[in-house]
Every structure is written in structure tokens, then in C-alpha cells.
């Protein structure tokens, strides 16, 4: 599957990371040499030697009032709080804005699992009595999406997608689909992931901390997308443009070649790639693309199944106007996807180009 | 970009009212429910005791030991549902892998099994990993994209109670785009004591069976099961010479951005999104013959969803028949937008519009047509099928013949 996007641009992006809140904190994290991971307490089971990129800084009560923060799962608190800092990085004034033209699509790897986790323990610690309705609504994975749309005001298009080390990736082809067809202007799209000693010990049991290296991760990272029209007509900052989305479910046996082809259809210069999910250790892909830059957001901040969104906002901080990057992510067994972003200010629509212009159905 | 009509040319389903599209159909056609007491997990300490179990279920009837152990209910399912979709509609070999795709909607998925890890972990013993493998949604497209050798488009929406009405609605976007030639769309879900005490604890499940737009109805029924749709171009479906059931001809999506439980009271989103999906089918509101609600059974919801339809079919609303499945099958959550999209299809292959179950009187603030008296005929080729969640996740298919 490939869809060209060129009429979409990005506005805005920003990440609530281990490195801390805003995209500012990744960057100069990228550039040290350092990483945000620490060490796993010995008292969470199986995490006796293992770092995590927990997102320890990141205060709920800096981003909304306590009370409403009470209500929420800590999954959302990442979410709200990071496409907040993506709407005002992308100069929107959701007051000036058709909320019902604005919209939101996410990718959540393991949200709503630490709310579920500790709605059963009521349960099995004292019966019917111990569940607490309160957490109830925040074990569904569309919880982070639907409280930033609540928070935000955003009454357009909203949609929760969980597709392994690809979540955000699937949300974010849907969300750019969703401009193209007219459905919204503006777009909040991205990942959210929490992190929890229950998870590491999950983790550990099925085997997936040796897997996949350790060094999970947690937090949010968010893209605002917008119709170049759109952004034109409100002189938007734009950050830079879409290109092609392409995705494959699986690498089929005898194959395997055809689908990697499929996937890189279209990509004929690659100045940064963004590798995202389980990418670094599928040689077939790392073999096919040639780039002069690499960067690998789970490195320094964790890996999480929704950490695309962080992995594309860092993506298009680095570009410079005008070069090519190319976001590569893969799950184990699939899917993958390839996404084409061209970066920087050089590539805004005047508001003349575009004049007239119109992705109404 | 011209879009192409997109038809379905397979159907699949396993629930608690059918183990498969004709037993599915005789239920439906002639108002079966399949609501009744529950054994899957300890339902004593609840309000509720029933709900819509696929019951008399043996995994080893459908997968070998090994596999069995390592899928979880909800993979078992959707994996049974879809092979009955994709063999009905006669597509294997026809296409590349990578042109086709699935799009599915989950919720609980493996909950159901992770529990017993869970519980296991919070007494200190020990339980078998294994438990944990199913325990995100996505994990039943992977499976049946692996099973069924689609390498094409893979993607699982989570959006509670409206997953799979968007994830229908999503394939068929990709197969219009000519982006795939053939979609499995669908869902899977399946009961687990997260939602079962979950729902309980907010004291929206009937006691009894529920009865969706009655009077004293208290809540819903909760159910599960999977259903499946294959979606291709109508151009290829012809060509091919497979059967086609009906088409999706439309679907539209929105949040409320209200509450995460409470409908907003107006109807207005619900309004905007039906008003939306009907535009997106290129028809006006007068094609629509009727609409399968999502029609739960709680208080709040039944009375919504009528305020919503007045809006969309003003003065035309008593020749609207607004339905409920939902006393058939329960609500199947993750699974519920594809049965009812399913459900809608059969219905109006048949031409008639099913019986809305359960009737204990009439309600004043539900005053619409909700068929409580029996199924009826019905010459309307198209009909709208709608899904609510948690978060003000609101999807609405139209579907026609």
C-alpha cells in the first residue's frame, strides 16, 4: 500500500520523553552522546539488571489541573500533555479553529493495561466490592485519544490504532487520510506508551526483555498535521511536508524481496532515516536503504510499541529545508512501513500556490 | 481521485447467537437470542449472571493442541470467522499477498487469559507466560494475516465499542483508493472479567436480558464473538464472478470530545457523524431505509441515539425504523460494530428488518419505531449501522445491496 501525501504538511511537534517534556530535551539529549535510560529498581520483578527510559520528570499537574488529572490514566497524561505542546508548537489557536475540522488519530501500544491491571486487582484482593469504576473507563486504549480530544477540543475524526511496534504509524497514515479525503484540516497524530513494573515483569516472563534488548520505554510523541491550504491560509509554521506513506503487512517466505521493493517504492534519496521498532535487527531492511544520517530515538529513550511518534517528530527537527528523510519502522513479524518526509521551512506553501485549492469531498 | 465502489464478496461470524453465517442468519431472520446464563468465569459475586457466551466451545475443534495454547479466545475467534469470510468469498489465489489486507477492530482481546497471569501474580505463583500473549488487541489481525498469507495492509483500531465499524469503514477506504484489491474487515472480542466487572461495577448490565429502547430496561448484556467482511472494488468482484452480498457505500467518524462514559445529551456529534457517513455514500437521507442502532440498552444511550436520529431524518423519523441487534447477540464490545455490520448486510439480502427483542413496554422518551413487534419486509436496499464507545468514539457505516 502506498499513498502520496504531498498536499499535507506538518505544523507542529513536540514529545514528553525520559529526556523530559518538549522536543528541545530530545534534541540536545541526540546531540550529547548520552542516554536517558537508568537502571530498573531491583525490587520490580525480573528487572534485576536492566535500564528503562521512564519519563520521571514529567509532572500531570504541569499540564492540567489536579483534579482532572485524578481521572486519568497515566497513559493520557502523556498524551494531553504532548499533543498540547505539539498544538502550540504548531502556532494553533484552538479558539480560532472549527474544532469539528480538527481531529485526532494515536497510536497506544499498552495503554489502558496498567489501568486494567489495577481495576482486577481490586477484585482479587476483595471481590466485587474492590473494583473501582473510576478506572474502569482508562483500561480502553482509545482513553489517552478521547481525554486529549476532551481537553483540546478536538471534534473531528478520532480514531485509536494498536498495531505492535507500528501503532503510531498506523494511526498516522489514517490521520494523513483523513485530511486528503477532506474529513479534517488538522490532524493530532502520534504514539503514547506507558510503562510499568508489571509490564517489566511481563515482560521478562514471556521473554521479551532479552528479545528486544531491554530498555523499554514510555511517553508520547506528536505530529501536527495540516492540508498545505490549511496551513497557508493561517501563515502556519510549517515544519516540513509529507511524502509517501508505504506499509506491507509481512515479508512473505520466498518473497521477502518483493515486499522490501514494495515498501521502498518511491524512495530515491534518503538523507536522515529514523529507525523505529524492531528495524535495527531486520538486516533486510537496513541492507536496501543507503542514508548519511541514522537516528534511533529507543536508544537513548526507550523502546516502546508506539515510540514512532517521537521517532518522526525527531526525525523532521533534524531535517534541514529541503533534504529527504525517511522514517523505517518494523514489528518482528510485520507490519513495516516507510514514510517519506521532506524537511524545513523551504518547502511552506505560499498562500498563492495554493490558492483555491480545496481537499473538501 | 475517483473512488471505487467497494462490495463484499464474504461473510463470516462466530458468536454466542450463531457459530456461523447460517446459524447466525436463522437467529437474526427469526429473532433468536443467544443471551443466557454465563460459565466461562465466576459470575456470583455480580449483579448480572447472563450474557452471550459462545457456549459449547471447544478450541480442539478448530486448532490443534499446540496452537491452541498459544492463541488466545479472541485470536481463536477471529481466526475462525475470518477463514469462514475468506472461503465464502472464493478470493484465495486470486490476488497477491501484498495486495490484500486486514483491518480489524479489538478490544478486551486476550484479557481473558492474561487475567489468570495477572491474579497469579498478585498471590506470588506462578502462572504460564504463555497467558500474556494475546493480551493487545493487534495480536488477532497478526495471526490471521500470517494464517492467511495477507501481506498487504495490517492494522487493528481500538476504539472500544466502535473499533470494528471503523475498521470496516477504514478497508473499505483502502480498497476504493485502489490501494488494496481485497480487505478482511472486521473484529474480534471476546468476555473477559475486566469488562464483565467492569461494566458491572458502573451498574449498566440488565439483571435480565437486555432490552434495548424498552421501558424499564436497566443496562446492557455484555456478548462476544468475531465477525468478518471481505471488501473488494466491484470492478474486480465482476470480473472474478464472485457473489456480492452488498457493499459498504460509506462511513464517517468522529469524538465528541464530551466525556469519557456520559453520551452528550443533544445528540448532536451522533447527528453530525450519521449525517456525515450518508454524504460520504453520495445518497441523500431518504435512501436510508433504516438504521441498526447501537442501541445498548442502557438508560442514557437508547434516549441519545433518538434525539440523534430525529436530527438526521427530521420529519421523515416515523418511517425510520431504528433497530437494535444487540438482545440477540449481547454487546460483543470490540467485535459488536462488525456483527452489526454483518447482521445489517443479511437483513437487507433478505429484505426484511429484524425484530428488536426483549420488548417490556414503551418507553415515552424512546417514541421512534424500534420493530418490537416482530421482524418485518422491507424493500429499502440500503441501511446505516451505528457504534458509540467509551471516550465519544462515535462510527457509522452505510450499507447497501
Same mark, same amino acid.
Given at each position: 500500500m502506498i499513498y502520496s501525501f504531498n498536499d499535507i504538511v506538518v505544523s507542529g511537534f513536540s514529545a514528553v520523553t525520559a529526556a523530559g517534556n518538549g522536543m528541545k530535551a530530545v534534541l540536545e539529549l541526540l546531540g550529547s552522546g548520552r542516554d536517558a535510560l537508568s537502571p530498573v529498581p531491583d525490587d520490580v520483578p525480573g528487572g534485576a539488571g536492566q535500564r528503562w527510559g521512564k519519563a520521571s520528570g514529567f509532572k500531570a499537574s504541569d499540564f492540567m489541573p489536579p483534579?482532572?488529572?485524578?481521572?486519568?490514566?497515566?497513559?493520557?497524561?502523556f498524551t494531553v500533555g504532548a499533543s498540547g505542546l505539539a498544538l502550540k508548537d504548531a502556532g494553533i489557536d484552538l479558539k480560532s479553529i472549527d474544532p469539528e475540522r480538527i481531529g485526532i488519530a494515536l497510536g497506544c501500544g499498552f495503554g489502558g493495561v496498567a489501568n486494567s491491571?489495577?481495576?482486577? %486487582?481490586?477484585?482479587?484482593?476483595?471481590?466485587?466490592? %474492590?473494583?473501582?469504576?473510576?478506572?474502569f473507563p482508562n483500561t480502553v486504549s482509545n482513553a489517552p485519544a478521547s481525554n486529549a480530544s476532551i481537553e483540546h477540543g478536538l471534534k473531528g475524526p478520532n480514531v485509536t490504532l494498536v498495531q505492535r511496534f507500528c501503532s503510531a504509524e498506523s494511526a498516522f497514515v489514517?490521520?494523513?487520510?483523513?485530511?486528503?479525503? %477532506?474529513?479534517? &484540516?488538522?490532524?493530532?497524530?502520534?504514539?503514547? &506508551? &506507558?510503562?510499568?513494573? !508489571?509490564?517489566?515483569?511481563?515482560?521478562?516472563?514471556t521473554g521479551q526483555l532479552r528479545r528486544y534488548a531491554a530498555c523499554f520505554g514510555e511517553g508520547s510523541g506528536i505530529l501536527v498535521l495540516e492540508s498545505a491550504a490549511h496551513a497557508a491560509r493561517r501563515n502556519a509554521p510549517v515544519k516540513g511536508r509529507v511524502g509517501t506513506v508505504a506499509t506491507i503487512? !509481512? !515479508?512473505?517466505?520466498?518473497?521477502?524481496?518483493?515486499?522490501?521493493?514494495?515498501?521502498?517504492?518511491?524512495?530515491?534519496?534518503? &538523507?536522515? !532515516?529514523?529507525?523505529? %521498532?524492531?528495524?535495527?535487527?531486520?538486516?533486510?531492511?537496513?541492507?536496501?536503504?543507503?542514508a548519511r544520517g541514522i537516528i534511533d530515538t529507543a536508544a537513548i529513550l526507550g523502546r516502546s510499541l508506539a515510540m514512532g511518534g517521537t521517532a518522526m517528530a525527531t526525525l523532521l527537527a533534524k531535517l534541514q529545508p529541503g533534504q529527504q528523510g525517511v522514517h523505517l519502522a518494523a514489528s518482528p513479524e510485520g507490519p513495516y512501513y516507510a514514510i517519506r518526509f521532506t524537511g524545513g521551512a523551504a518547502t511552506a506553501c505560499i498562500p498563492g500556490e495554493v490558492k483555491g485549492a480545496s481537499h473538501h469531498v | 481521485m475517483v473512488k471505487k465502489r467497494v462490495v463484499i464478496t464474504g461473510l463470516g461470524v462466530f458468536c454466542g447467537a450463531g457459530k456461523n453465517v447460517a446459524q447466525f442468519s436463522d437467529a437474526l431472520l427469526n429473532g433468536k437470542s443467544g443471551i443466557g446464563p454465563l460459565d466461562l468465569f465466576d459470575v456470583s459475586a455480580f449483579p448480572s449472571h447472563i450474557g452471550c457466551q459462545v457456549k459449547g466451545y471447544d478450541p480442539l475443534d478448530h486448532f490443534d493442541r499446540i496452537t491452541a495454547r498459544k492463541l488466545s479466545r479472541a485470536d481463536q @475467534?477471529?481466526?475462525?470467522?475470518?477463514?469462514? $469470510?475468506?472461503?465464502?468469498?472464493?478470493?484465495?489465489? #486470486?490476488?497477491?499477498? @501484498?495486495?490484500?489486507?486486514?483491518?480489524?477492530?479489538?478490544?478486551?482481546?486476550?484479557? @481473558?487469559?492474561?487475567?489468570?497471569?495477572?491474579?497469579?501474580?498478585?498471590?506470588? /505463583?506462578?502462572?504460564?507466560?504463555?497467558?500474556?500473549?494475546?493480551?493487545?488487541?493487534?495480536?488477532? $489481525?497478526?495471526?490471521?494475516?500470517?494464517?492467511?498469507?495477507? $501481506?498487504?495492509?495490517?492494522?487493528t483500531v481500538t476504539t472500544a465499542c466502535s473499533s470494528s465499524a471503523t475498521a470496516i469503514g477504514w478497508g473499505a477506504e483502502l480498497v476504493a483508493t485502489g490501494q488494496q484489491r481485497a480487505v478482511l474487515a472486521g473484529g474480534s472480542d471476546t468476555l473477559s472479567l475486566l469488562t464483565f466487572g467492569g461494566f458491572n461495577s458502573l451498574k449498566v448490565v440488565d439483571p435480565e436480558p437486555c432490552s434495548p429502547f424498552s421501558l424499564g430496561r436497566q443496562g446492557i448484556s455484555l456478548g462476544e464473538g468475531a465477525a468478518f467482511l471481505v471488501? /473488494?472494488?466491484? /470492478?474486480?468482484?465482476?470480473?472474478?464472478?464472485?457473489?456480492?452480498?452488498?457493499?459498504?457505500?460509506?462511513?464517517?467518524?468522529?469524538?465528541?470530545?464530551?466525556?469519557?462514559?456520559?453520551?452528550?445529551? #443533544?445528540?448532536?456529534?451522533?447527528?453530525?457523524?450519521?449525517? *456525515?457517513?450518508?454524504?460520504?455514500?453520495?445518497?441523500?437521507?431518504?435512501?436510508?431505509?433504516?438504521?441498526?442502532?447501537?442501541?445498548?440498552?442502557?438508560?442514557? *444511550?437508547?434516549?441519545?441515539?433518538?434525539h440523534a436520529m430525529q436530527l438526521v431524518f427530521g420529519e421523515r423519523i416515523p418511517s425510520v425504523p431504528l433497530i437494535s441487534t444487540k438482545a440477540m447477540t449481547g454487546h460483543c464490545l470490540g467485535a459488536a460494530g462488525a456483527i452489526e455490520a454483518l447482521a445489517t448486510v443479511i437483513a437487507l439480502n433478505h429484505r426484511i428488518i429484524p425484530q428488536t427483542l426483549n420488548f417490556r413496554g414503551r418507553d415515552p422518551e424512546c417514541d421512534l419505531d424500534y420493530c418490537h413487534e416482530g421482524k418485518r419486509s422491507c424493500e429499502a436496499d440500503i441501511a446505516m449501522s451505528n457504534s458509540f464507545a467509551f471516550g465519544g468514539n462515535i462510527t457509522s457505516l452505510v450499507l447497501g445491496i
Open positions: 483534579l482532572k488529572a485524578r481521572k486519568m490514566d497515566r497513559c493520557s497524561h491491571a489495577e481495576f482486577l %486487582g481490586g477484585y482479587f484482593k476483595s471481590g466485587a466490592e %474492590g473494583l473501582a469504576p473510576v478506572l489514517m490521520a494523513c487520510r483523513f485530511i486528503a479525503e %477532506g474529513r479534517a &484540516d488538522v490532524m493530532v497524530t502520534g504514539g503514547a &506508551d &506507558d510503562l510499568t513494573p !508489571l509490564m517489566i515483569a511481563g515482560f521478562a516472563a503487512g !509481512l !515479508l512473505p517466505a520466498g518473497r521477502e524481496q518483493e515486499g522490501v521493493e514494495r515498501l521502498f517504492s518511491g524512495v530515491e534519496r534518503c &538523507d536522515l !532515516l529514523s529507525l523505529s %521498532g524492531t528495524v535495527g535487527g531486520t538486516p533486510l531492511l537496513m541492507q536496501r536503504v543507503e | @475467534f477471529g481466526l475462525i470467522a475470518a477463514a469462514e $469470510a475468506l472461503a465464502d468469498s472464493g478470493l484465495s489465489e #486470486t490476488y497477491s499477498p @501484498f495486495d490484500m489486507g486486514i483491518s480489524m477492530g479489538g478490544g478486551a482481546a486476550g484479557m @481473558f487469559q492474561a487475567e489468570r497471569w495477572l491474579k497469579a501474580q498478585l498471590v506470588g /505463583e506462578n502462572a504460564p507466560p504463555v497467558l500474556l500473549r494475546g493480551v493487545l488487541p493487534d495480536k488477532t $489481525a497478526t495471526e490471521i494475516a500470517r494464517a492467511c498469507n495477507l $501481506a498487504g495492509y495490517q492494522g471488501l /473488494e472494488s466491484e /470492478e474486480d468482484a465482476v470480473a472474478r464472478g464472485a457473489r456480492v452480498y452488498g457493499a459498504v457505500l460509506g462511513y464517517a467518524l468522529a469524538g465528541e470530545a464530551y466525556h469519557m462514559t456520559a453520551p452528550e445529551p #443533544t445528540g448532536s456529534t451522533a447527528a453530525r457523524v450519521m449525517r *456525515n457517513a450518508i454524504a460520504a455514500a453520495g445518497i441523500d437521507s431518504g435512501r436510508v431505509g433504516w438504521v441498526n442502532a447501537h442501541g445498548t440498552g442502557t438508560p442514557l *444511550n437508547d434516549v441519545v441515539e433518538s
